[in-house]
């Protein structure tokens, strides 16, 4: 169904990725605390004069610039709705903007800090819900409304206002594990959102950037890590419009919640079993519908913890598909899903950022392909903290099994045979 176009290497063990809204570039952020940008070579039908060697394997996945953007980590990255900005965090308790074309720093904010715990908060999801509004979510709990408007022109700046406009406990004491925009409704005159979906603990709650915390689910016995909205779903006429938020538990188990009816689930799909219950489903991607020629299929990719991605078509609500990111020993499990501008999936984890497209070739072909050596990886803009990147790795083996002890433990409370047309000679 999928295969692997490219396998891009990275410095370090990657902690979270971003993908862009709107070109074919990927962010990552790095166990050693680095940034980096890379964009992607076009889809050959889209390439124009650079089709041939696309097709010859000879594209390249530039490095647009890398910083060292945080200490101890960065723990997360979002893009901005425009995708001029991307936002990142880590254990230093800082948030950053910067620009996505230079990586420059246009603006910082401290995580707020606590009256009753002197010891510093974290971010764990930064997330931009408009071009007015900022998301931050942290490990005590809390999420944070920052208003991104100038004071003076009162247009969008993405800039964050030092303190929040808002202060949140959509789970209580249990932080933010996923949060996910519901689309504005028809009436809305901005046409953004407002209002989100956010997973904790063993609970979903429903937010709006104004009235605050609208509704909170039942107790769903599970640990809830990963959610994601779809549309255009099959319906009977008079019973929800299509519209369904999937969550993605700790024992492999991804439940369909219908919008509007936010007390309980409604439909269930089987992704993962094993003895005690089935692996983690940390990260939830939507594929490009119609996958493998199926017309107005919809199939979403589940990335698990023992690093493999698994594909699940909805309706039919059942897995169809298995790929392998790489083996848990190795990686330590998906850490990075999306889909980016051209419809390819990204996935990431371990040290490692691979390309996924739809197999347009039969395994027949597979001699005719072997003649692709790779892509290369052209990093153009670096900076001069390489020594740091080698100190941190005789302890990153170490810090790679606590953060996988720490991912299971996720919303806890506080207290695809075909030889790759493209990838990295020397590295397949």
Known sequence: MLDTICTLPLTSSLECQAVHPTEPLVAVGLFTGHVETFRLPALAEEAGAEAVELQEGRGKV??????????????????????????????????????????????????????????????????????????????????????????????????????????????????????????????????????????????????????????????????????????????????????????????????????????????????????????????????????????????????LGDGKIKIARLGLNKVVAELGHGDIDDIGGVTGLGVDVSGRLISGGGATVKVWTERLVDDDDEEADAAADGVGVKRTSRDDSEEEDEEAESSEEEDRKRRKKRKRGRGRDRGGNVKPVLGFKGLD
């Open 62 to 303: 530039e490095s647009v610039w890398r910083t060292r953007r945080h200490k101890d980590g960065c723990r997360t990255l979002g893009f901005s709705v425009d995708g001029e900005t991307l936002y990142s965090a880590g254990p230093d308790g800082i948030v950053k903007a910067a620009s996505t074309s230079t990586g420059q720093v246009t603006a910082k904010v401290a995580v707020p800090s606590r009256a009753s715990d002197p010891a510093p908060d974290e971010a764990s999801l930064v997330h931009e819900l408009s071009p007015q509004t900022l998301l931050l979510a942290t490990d005590a709990s809390f999420l944070y409304v920052y208003d991104l408007r100038a004071p003076s022109t009162g247009s969008s700046a993405h800039t964050p206002s030092q303190r929040p406009a808002q202060t949140y406990r959509p789970h209580g004491s249990y932080h933010v594990s996923s949060l996910t925009p519901l689309p504005p409704s028809g009436s809305s005159t901005s046409g953004f959102s407002k209002q989100w979906v956010t997973t904790g603990g063993s609970t979903l709650a429903v937010t709006d950037v104004r009235k605050g915390v609208l509704v909170k689910s039942e107790d769903q016995d599970d640990d809830l890590l990963s959610s994601l909205f779809v549309g255009g779903l099959p319906h009977k006429s008079g019973r929800g419009k299509g519209e369904k938020i999937l969550v993605g538990g700790s024992e492999g188990v991804l439940t369909l919640w219908e919008r509007g009816v936010w007390a309980d689930q409604d439909e269930r799909i089987i992704v993962d079993t094993g003895r005690g219950g089935g692996e983690t489903l940390d990260l939830l991607a939507m594929l490009p519908e119609g996958l493998g020629g199926q017309s107005g299929s919809k199939h979403v990719a589940v990335g």
